[in-house]
């Protein structure tokens, strides 16, 4: 049976990847000057703006099932609430901000080239925010990528990853 960490887990990846495929399809139409290129892009930024709502709703429920697990600390899991918090707002607005662009290329098109720029300046920034979100989540219980802070408390007393010896 899933609980909330399975499905945020399945969810939290569509958003992060979605950008980035956005961003790849998006410059891919720009270098090729191809509109229909450029308006898939803009439909993958949608789909990961929406797909951010039920990553963020499950995050939740994903904490209360690990923070009572050895290594997982509360300063990783507000980090990482942080981090999300951020990239939930730029996904969301990178969807909308999609959302106009694409009116804007069908209806009215003298505005959307400033609008495509825009749309690739908010896909970037979000693009950071995706990174850092996604890595302090993965620092919660993927101790092997912590790094600064984060590294040096669970080394000072925390038995996490390591073999219990056999008295064989």
């Known amino acids: 049976m899933m609980n909330q960490a ?6 939290n990846h569509l958003p992060i990847l979605g950008v980035f495929f956005g961003l790849l399809v998006l410059a891919g139409g720009f270098f090729l000057k191809n509109n229909s ?3 898939t892009a803009l439909g993958i930024f949608v789909l990961s703006g929406v797909f951010a709502i039920p990553a ?7 904490e209360e099932v690990v923070e009572g697990i050895a290594g997982v ?14 990239f939930l707002s730029l996904a969301g607005a990178l969807g909308l ?7 804007a290329d069908l209806k009215w098109r003298k505005f959307a080239p400033v609008l495509y720029a825009l749309t690739f ?10 990174q850092q979100a996604g ?12 790094t600064g802070p984060a590294a040096a408390s669970l080394e000072s007393g925390s038995n996490v990853g390591k073999a219990e010896e056999n008295d064989d």
């Open 121 to 130: 300046a908010v896909a970037t920034g979000a693009m950071v925010f995706a």
């Open 6 to 11: 399975h499905l945020h887990l399945l969810f």
């Open 56 to 62: 963020y709703l499950t995050g939740e429920g994903a």
């Open 135 to 146: 890595s302090s989540g993965g620092e919660i219980r993927h101790s092997e990528i912590r």
């Open 37 to 39: 290129v450029k308006r």
């Open 73 to 86: 600390t509360e300063n990783l899991i507000e980090r990482h609430e942080e981090l999300a918090n951020i």
């Open 97 to 103: 901000i999609a959302l106009a662009t694409l009116y």
